[in-house]
């Protein structure tokens, strides 16, 4: 398992190659791409503060729970901090299971742990200045239906 803060832009494609290389036993691989999103103009720059040490150690433990509930054979998350502008990837999550529904599962279940729950503050810089985000109303719900199914 792998979980990485990162301010550094990342390029997917090779994460996902590199995830997949030598998996003679998995049967599913399941990957998430997160993209900032210039919102119509809206958002010239998307701004994630972490804490190191704190941050990533949370991530790894809703990792290693997600690998526990759903039998995963590896994880692999990225996550990006400071800067970043529209286009560029935020997230990479990747999941290996002997099946796909649970690959599929365990990528939904850590997105939505990470969109709602995962302690990262959020600021999106526009032509009006500034400001904060908080996750949206479905973003805490679509993260319930786990607790819900626990």
Known sequence: MIVTLTDQPFEPGVLV???CAGREETGAVATF???ARAEQGAARALELEAYPGFTDAAITEIAQGAVTRFALQDVHIVHRVGVIA????????ATAAAHRREAFEAC?????????????????????GPR???PT???RTDAQRW???A
């Open 86 to 93: 529209p286009g560029e990837a935020i997230v990479f999550v």
């Open 147 to 149: 607790d819900q199914e």
């Open 137 to 139: 109303a479905r973003d």
């Open 33 to 35: 791409i997160g993209l």
């Open 108 to 128: 939904d279940y850590l997105m939505d742990y990470l969109k709602s729950r995962a302690p990262f503050w959020k600021k999106e810089h526009g032509p009006e």
């Open 17 to 19: 190659s590199a995830f």
């Open 132 to 134: 904060w985000i908080e």
